[in-house]
């Protein structure tokens, strides 16, 4: 026999009340983020009007955008001014292929795609010594595109199983990350530095402190040729910094340590200021970090990761992944990212530098 409860018309209308009061809760959270979105794809849009106009270009580095660096991106600042676009990808998923569940409060798959902008001034006159960054990045986070190389290309290359997809998410998310960065002198110019910044937007708020060493030469001169001296090179960044929430990510630790060495191996130019920049190089860096991920009782997630990175002329390729060991039991949490840039200015002058070539030819044959 079933027995049938009756219900009073006080608690129907609390039940009715407390069901409202979510729906609004999350529909104000929803528009919250959709607000945030929208402003900062205005703000981006203005910023990168604005770094086109007026700068001097080299080749350089371009700085990552959130969250690359707490997935194992490079994490130093640019040497060099700089005005680079491209294509960012971060991949979070809650479990492995082998069913291992990522110890966090973040249950869903997470597939970050920005398209990015970084704009980096090093400045002259009483600012001697320091530079400023602006780096920028808007897109769709969804299960594509990372999804695709993580299982089609990487696990389906090397055997491994499938990584599951829980409930991705599907929405618009945005960052604008600045930085001041102060630079000082070891045996050449602009090696030390120290700096402070920050991350706002979609998915997490951040503050952080920063410095280190930046490309330091280990070894002589291995090669001398036309396009410059080849020569390995080191770097090592210390890095804090104070986390809150946002709408992606709800729950993060409020401090975060991060240790990050490097090694470069390439082919280094001196400018006419008399300071070093990259014709080619390939760089190799491991990463510690402390975690902005933590489970239910609050404890935080040690990440570790690996990072390589390559470029040539004006154009870099970045990828980082978390496989310290075995891939397939480590491929849950932040689990890999890779970016693509291209520096524009330096596309520019290499435009510029062809366009003249032919005029030189014909007043020298005249």
């Not at 640019?78 to 292929?97: H, I």
């Not at 009782?297 to 040690?302: D, K, L, P």
């Not at 990072?307 to 040539?312: D, Q, R, V």
Request: glycine letters at 10%; one cysteine or more.
């Amino acid at each position: 026999m079933v027995r049938i409860m009756p219900i009073s018309a006080g608690q129907r209308f609390r039940d009715t009340k407390e069901a409202h009061a979510r729906v609004v809760g999350t529909s104000r959270q929803t528009r919250r983020s959709r607000w945030v979105t929208r402003w900062l794809i205005h703000f981006l849009s203005i910023c990168l009007s604005a770094g086109l106009v007026g700068f001097s270009p080299s080749l350089a580095w371009s700085e990552s955008p959130a969250p690359s660096v707490h997935w194992g991106a490079m994490a130093f600042p640019d040497q060099y001014s700089t005005f680079t676009g491209g294509l960012t990808l971060n991949r979070f998923t809650p479990t492995d292929g082998l069913g291992n569940k990522y110890d966090s409060t973040v249950g869903n798959t997470l597939g970050f795609n920005l398209i990015t902008m970084s704009w980096t001034q090093h400045w002259g006159g009483f600012l001697q010594g320091w530079s400023t960054n602006l780096t920028a990045g808007v897109g769709p986070t969804g299960d594509e595109i990372t999804n695709f190389l993580q299982n089609k290309f990487v696990h389906q290359l090397r055997q491994l199983p499938s990584v599951p997809t829980v409930n991705p998410r599907k929405e618009t998310d945005a960052m604008i990350d600045g930085s001041i960065t102060r630079w000082f002198p070891l045996f050449r110019p602009k090696v030390i530095f120290a700096g402070a910044g920050f991350s706002v937007g979609t998915i997490y708020q951040q503050g952080f402190l920063r410095a280190g060493i930046r490309r330091m030469p280990i070894t002589p001169t291995l090669y001398s040729g036309s396009w410059g001296d080849v020569s390995a090179r080191a770097s090592v960044l210390g890095r804090i910094s104070y986390q809150d929430n946002g709408a992606v990510l709800h729950s993060v630790r409020s401090t975060a340590g991060l240790v990050q060495p490097s090694i470069a191996f390439g082919q280094y130019v001196t400018t006419e200021t008399g300071e070093t920049i990259p014709t080619w190089e390939i760089e190799f860096a491991l990463m510690w970090d402390s975690g902005i991920f933590v489970n239910t009782t609050g404890q935080s997630q040690e990440h570790f990761a690996w990072a390589i990175a390559g470029s040539f002329g004006p154009v870099r390729f970045e990828t980082w992944n978390d496989s310290m060991g075995n891939i397939a039991e480590r491929d849950y949490g932040p689990t890999y990212g890779a970016t693509l840039t291209l520096d524009v200015f330096r596309v520019w002058n290499m435009i510029q530098d062809f366009q003249s070539k032919p005029t030189t030819n014909q007043s020298t044959s005249s």
